[in-house]
């Protein structure tokens, strides 16, 4: 217990006061759990500031690149925090989105830090597709003299955790490259964990450069887009206006048309951004949780530095639905069952995923109960309650001070009890006509509209529809000259063609070019979006070579892989060229940003 | 009036610009074929893509319709209307054998939503039919050798015939001479084979329309045989009707009645139903020319600048019935002899089993308002995997299964018994009583008809059964809209609506369709048109002479004035 006998010299009094009487309510078991889980958060912090080569002397010169790969801004965000810090420090450093970096300088580069979250199956995020493909094969130089350093974002319920993260960290290692410090893994709530690395970054090279007195701008990590009135972090209550369920009568589907008002928020997007919502849990969920800890919603514990209400925790503060690992170990040590143990091992990484897929933090607890679970002990195992993001199906354009959205409710059943989707359901279930939710725009710089000139093929099904109409409104408005072609894809005609009418009417003007749509379900042989785009070959093709931009929204594991296969298919057999050269074309459209991908 | 002074002004001579834009669009649409198959492809839309490929289609027996429940609701889903078509077969006499029957089952089953509806013309209609299921339907009716060719349009529409379970050698022949003059009278144009078949067009020299050309006629036109005494196909309300004369075992030739028909139009005093006028008599051999010759007058007089107006009655009221009937024998080459006597005592439907001279047995079964639902369905499939015989269709929406031999009945009747359909509950009133389709397919329902018609009647039999009358034969007939599709204006009773749950009622027409009804109330609700015809009922027991019908006492009472010629039954 070394540590806590002088807590104040590591903790702020705050935090020390909270790990005191943490500690005193702790059961061995937890103790024991504790003591490995800061064991591991404390190796990675601490070994950030181990150099781990010797640094070489007149650095101050060398080059200094800071890389982000981001799909929702949380990577971005923090490098650019780093880069106000390091600048802060009197160091000369570029930041460069991996979207935009020309990957022919990388031979030239010195220091690099690298700050990328992950996506799909532990893919990179869609705007750094190019720069991994360029960096993972042989065209990529050898980075000999080359330090790096990587911070990864990621989400610990998915199978491959902060995989992109750990993909550069090893290329860089294989290219020759030496690490600076060990790469960072951060979850969800990566906010301590990015202040952390920023910090010992700025120390590690700010030590190196001879400059006297430099202004020591603290590393403010994450507060550089504070000035922001409404943001992830301080979000705007927005009226709801309207919320209906737009598939017809006798649907498959429950998918809901939802209109926000953002008057006197001064919030405001572009066509391709996405809405944040910052959902609350399922009340009836909270009380089964309290129920099966037989604790009182009104036992206090602390969070974030202030005393809260176990019950307002839990419907405000945490994830209680999927579980994570850090879940996963808390309670294994808690109920020291041997099934659990057995998943921890190494070996086990498949059985575990799949166990943490079809087990969420309800099921672990009733399928083994343990008793004398504290309240602070608890919430410590769980992630903080992450924002929910629905791409806007509005252009602020046509719909000055609007906000509307395309949400399919989230409903399974798990365990033989139906579990509804958070921030769907609170939408499509727990709404009054006079709710206001917290809601902030997240910028998507990588789904967005060309030249007004530039013919545009759009490709969606479900919900994955919502950005086009926000781009037809767009380009409604502006008068926007360039064609417009539309595919969508749902289950059934009658029922499920969502905003017909609309596109109807952008057809009957001629704001729209064209409309493709598949109907699943309506015969027997299914039809999707790239059957019919295999019909359409030769026109896409013409498309394409005329400049064309091709979107892709909705569904990111068949539509998204499906579509993208398609498009090859249709440059080799109408380009005339092989399935490689075929690649290339669909990968320079990438890297030229004219097939841009927004997928969930 | 004589031809050199006619008016000719609204007619076929007159250019295309001065007439309706229909006939524009008929006589630009390439012999009905618009852009039909274009349109059948549009996935965009569950709609036809263009209008006027909307009216071309009725040609072909279809009708673009909507959902009319959901219509509100779909709006605001920014989802179009539920569109959805209904089809109607061409079935000359009301008469289809047992395969025909099946298939009919099947298609309604695969793509019509489970149901059919017998109409008050004696054939089938398909409702709920999307788009995408018009070419499969219509390709599985011909698989039994039947088409919905002109079951709509400006043409000449379904020909109907007494079912008359009562004779056998003369309903053979002239249901047969029905079907005959349909396949005569229906449009030629290969459009109908070229998009529901995908024939392949041919090049010809002949013209495509030898009877119609490029206009067809100026509205619909409908024919029908009526065999004494039954009227039950109600020749009064046909354009053109043939009323056979002869003795059972020979025809000798037909009785003609000319310019019948229902449709009329709230506040608009120029249009009124007519009752056809009896003309004379022509040999049998000559039905065809007298068709073609009458058809033929219509064709060129009728008025193609007004469709409200367009309707061979108004063409005979405007020209009078003498200039017309010498037209008409002009284009026969000869003149109409002397009309024979003849006598009709109903215009309604004889239930249960009845047997004709050559020994086989007919049993009507009764269907409410002509609907085969599920149940009923499933009934009737049963009867048709083991009837030898036929199906008729009845215009009082009934069924008949005909032509059963005596050692089959017992087989019949259970599968009936088995589906509870062997015992006929249903009342005298009810039986006959006819209702339209109306909501929620009707393009044009004010009202609910077929939909109401059932409570309806519960409240009417017990105002009858107040008054002991609850085995009177009265027809009631309702009609959503004022278009008259049950043929209310010949009903001793009629309702037709005006709005949701509002409708004129009419009394005083003649039990076997022989007199026009008059409008009594106007725009009335449930309670009131019950509580008017409890107190006129209340009369009718009372003081009704000896076998007095009640349209006949209504009129002897001065309940209503009588109606004696269409034009008059609005003032
Ligand atoms: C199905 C049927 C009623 C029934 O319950 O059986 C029917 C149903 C319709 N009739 Fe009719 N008519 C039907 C017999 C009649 C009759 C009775 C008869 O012909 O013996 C009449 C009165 C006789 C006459 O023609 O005057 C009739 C007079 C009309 C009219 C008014 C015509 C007029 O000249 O005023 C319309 C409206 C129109 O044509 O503009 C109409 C129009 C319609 C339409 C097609 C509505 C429309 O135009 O969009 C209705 C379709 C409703 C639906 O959803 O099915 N229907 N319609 C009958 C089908 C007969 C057939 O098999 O061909
Ligand atoms: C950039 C972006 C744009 C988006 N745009 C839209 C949009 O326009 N419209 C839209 O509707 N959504 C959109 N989404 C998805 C949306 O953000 C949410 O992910 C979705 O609504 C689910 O959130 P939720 O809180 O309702 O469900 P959650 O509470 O997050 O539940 C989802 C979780 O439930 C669990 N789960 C789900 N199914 C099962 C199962 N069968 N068995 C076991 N566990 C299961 C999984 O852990 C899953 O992660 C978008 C996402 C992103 C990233
Ligand atoms: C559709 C989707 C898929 C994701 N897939 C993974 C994954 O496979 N592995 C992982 O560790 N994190 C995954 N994440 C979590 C993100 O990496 C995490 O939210 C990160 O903070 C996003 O950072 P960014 O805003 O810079 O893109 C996924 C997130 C989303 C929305
Ligand atoms: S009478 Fe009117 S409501 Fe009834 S079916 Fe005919 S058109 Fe429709």
């Given amino acids: 217990m070394s540590r806590l006998e002088s807590p104040g010299q590591i903790f702020t009094p705050e935090q020390s006061r909270v790990v005191q009487e943490l500690a005193s309510t702790l059961a061995p078991a937890q103790a024991r759990w504790l003591s490995g889980y800061f064991a591991g958060l404390e190796a990675g912090l601490a070994s950030l500031s181990q150099p781990t080569v010797a640094v070489p002397a007149a650095v101050s010169t060398r080059k200094l690149t800071i890389l982000y790969g981001t799909e929702t801004g949380n990577a971005a965000e923090v490098a650019r925090a780093l880069d106000v810090a390091l600048k802060g420090k009197g160091l000369t450093c570029t930041l460069s989105d991996m979207a935009d970096y020309k990957v022919r300088q990388l031979g030239q580069e010195q220091d690099v830090l690298i700050v990328v979250s992950t996506y799909g199956e532990g893919d990179p995020p869609e705007p750094a597709v190019s720069f991994f493909e360029f960096i993972e094969s042989k065209k990529a130089p050898k980075l000999e003299d080359v330090r790096f350093s990587v911070l990864a974002f990621g989400d610990s319920t998915y199978e491959f955790y902060c995989n992109a993260g750990k993909r550069l960290d090893a290329r860089f290692e294989e290219l020759g490259a030496t690490r600076l410090t060990p790469r960072l893994d951060c979850d969800v709530d990566y906010e301590d964990g990015a202040v952390a690395w920023t910090e010992t970054m700025v120390e590690r090279l700010g030590a190196e450069v001879s400059v006297v007195a430099v202004s020591t701008a603290q590393p403010q990590a994450l507060a550089t887009s504070a000035q922001i009135a409404h943001d992830k972090r301080n979000p705007f209550l927005a009226p709801v206006v309207e919320n209906i369920v737009i598939v017809g009568r006798g649907s498959t589907k429950e998918t809901r048309h939802i209109e926000f008002s953002l008057e006197g928020s001064g919030l405001t997007y572009e066509p391709g951004d996405a809405l944040g919502i910052a959902a609350s849990n399922d009340p009836a969920v909270v009380e089964t949780l309290l129920a099966e800890l037989s604790l009182s919603p009104d036992d206090e514990l602390e969070h974030k530095g202030t005393r809260t209400a176990l019950g307002e925790a839990l419907t405000q503060k945490f994830e209680i639905t999927a579980a994570t690992p850090r879940f996963l170990d808390y309670w294994t040590l808690l109920s020291e069952a041997d099934e659990l143990k057995a998943l921890q091992a190494e070996d086990h990484a498949g059985e575990r995923a799949v166990f943490l897929r079809t087990h969420h933090v309800v099921d672990i607890m009733r399928r083994f109960p343990v008793s004398g679970v504290t309240a602070q002990g608890f919430v410590s195992a769980l992630r903080p309650l992450q924002p929910r993001l629905y791409s806007l199906a509005s252009s602020l354009a046509a719909t000055p001070d609007e906000a509307h959205l395309t949400v399919a409710p989230v409903r399974y059943e798990l365990h033989n009890e139906i579990r509804t989707g958070v921030a769907s359901c609170l939408l499509a279930d727990r709404l009054t006509d006079d709710d206001h939710l917290p809601v902030y725009i997240q910028s998507n710089p990588h789904f967005r509209l060309p030249e007004d000139d530039v013919p545009v093929i759009m490709i969606g099904a479900g919900t994955g529809v919502a950005p086009y109409r926000a781009f037809m409104q767009e380009r409604e408005v502006r008068g926007a000259d360039g064609n417009n072609w539309l595919f969508f894809g749902e289950r059934n005609f009658r029922t499920d063609f969502l905003y017909q009418t609309e596109w109807q009417g952008w057809l009957k003007d001629e704001t729209l070019t064209r409309m493709d749509v598949a109907f699943s379900r309506d015969r027997d042989e299914k039809v999707y979006v790239q059957h019919r785009m295999k019909e359409q070959s030769r026109e896409i093709f013409a498309w394409l070579e005329e400049g064309a931009h091709v979107y892709v929204c909705g569904d990111a594991t068949n539509l998204a892989p499906d579509v993208h296969d398609t498009l090859i298919d249709i440059v080799a057999s109408e380009g005339h060229t092989g399935r490689e050269a075929a690649e290339d074309y669909v990968r320079s459209l990438q890297s030229d940003h004219r097939y841009q991908r927004d997928v969930y | ?571």
């Fill in chain 2, 1 to 571: 009036m004589t031809t050199n002074s006619v008016d000719r002004s609204r007619d076929l001579s007159q250019p295309l610009d001065r007439l309706n834009p229909d006939e524009t669009l008929k006589a630009t649409s390439d012999f009905l074929r618009g852009t039909i198959s274009e349109g059948l492809l549009d996935r965009i839309t569950g709609a036809m893509s263009s209008p006027d490929d909307v009216k071309l289609m009725k040609f072909h027996g279809i009708y673009q319709q909507d959902d009319r429940s959901v219509r509100d609701e779909r709006r605001r889903q920014k989802l179009e209307p539920a569109y959805q078509f209904m089809i109607r077969v061409r079935l000359p006499g009301g008469i289809c054998t047992s395969a025909q029957w099946l298939k009919f089952d099947e298609l309604a089953r695969a793509h019509g939503g489970e149901t059919l509806r017998m109409t008050t013309r004696q054939t089938f209609q398909f409702h709920w039919v999307l788009k995408g299921s018009l070419q499969p339907l219509i390709r599985g009716l011909h698989e039994v050798l039947l088409d919905t060719i002109a079951a709509c349009g400006d043409d000449s529409r379904g020909v109907m015939c007494t079912v008359d379970p009562q004779s056998s050698r003369f309903h053979a022949e002239v249901s047969a001479m029905a079907k005959r003059i349909s396949d005569h009278v229906i449009p030629k144009t290969r459009g109908y084979h070229e998009i529901w078949y995908g024939d392949e067009r041919v090049a010809s020299s002949e013209p495509e329309e030898p009877f119609y050309g490029r206009s067809y006629m100026p509205r619909k036109f409908k024919i029908a045989f009526a065999v004494p005494p039954s009227n039950d196909i109600d020749v009064y309300a046909q354009d053109l009707g043939y009323i056979p004369i002869g003795n059972p075992d020979r025809l000798e030739g037909f009785n003609v009645v000319i310019g019948g028909g229902m449709g009329r139009t709230d506040q608009a005093p120029e249009t009124y139903p007519r009752l056809a006028s009896l003309i004379g008599y022509i040999p049998v051999e000559q039905l065809t020319a007298c068709t073609d010759a009458v058809m033929a007058v219509q064709r060129d007089y009728g008025d193609r600048k007004e469709r409200m107006h367009a309707r061979f009655k108004y063409t005979i009221d405007d020209k009078g019935l003498d200039w017309i009937k010498a037209e008409i024998e002009k284009n026969m080459g000869f003149a109409f002899e002397e009309a024979r006597p003849f006598e009709f005592t109903t215009n309604g439907d004889s239930f249960g089993w009845n047997e004709t001279p050559d020994g086989r047995h007919h049993r009507t079964v009764f269907v409410q308002s002509g609907r085969l639902n599920i149940e009923l369905l499933d009934a009737m499939r049963d009867v048709a995997r083991v009837h030898k015989g036929t199906f008729r269709l009845t215009p009082n929406q009934n069924l008949i299964i005909a032509g059963v031999e005596s050692e089959d009945k017992a087989s019949i009747d259970a599968i009936l018994d088995m589906h509870g359909l062997l015992i006929e509950t249903a009342s005298t009133l009810r039986k006959n009583a006819i209702a339209c389709v109306a909501f929620p397919t009707c393009g044009l329902a004010m009202a609910e008809s077929e939909r109401y018609m059932p409570t309806f009647l519960t409240k009417l039999e017990e105002i009858l059964a107040r008054h002991g009358l609850a085995d009177e034969e009265i027809t009631v007939r309702m009609s959503g809209c004022p278009n008259g599709c049950s043929r209310p204006y010949i009903a001793e009773i009629a309702l037709t609506g005006r709005a949701p749950g509002k409708y004129n009622v009419y009394l005083g027409g003649g039990f076997h369709g022989q007199r026009l009804n008059r409008m009594v109330r106007e725009n009335i609700a449930e309670p009131a048109i019950l509580e008017f015809l409890e107190e006129v009922i209340g009369r009718y027991a009372s003081e009704r002479e000896p076998a007095e019908k009640f349209g006949d006492f209504c009129i002897r009472a001065g309940i209503v004035r009588e109606v004696t010629e269409g034009r008059l039954s609005n003032d």
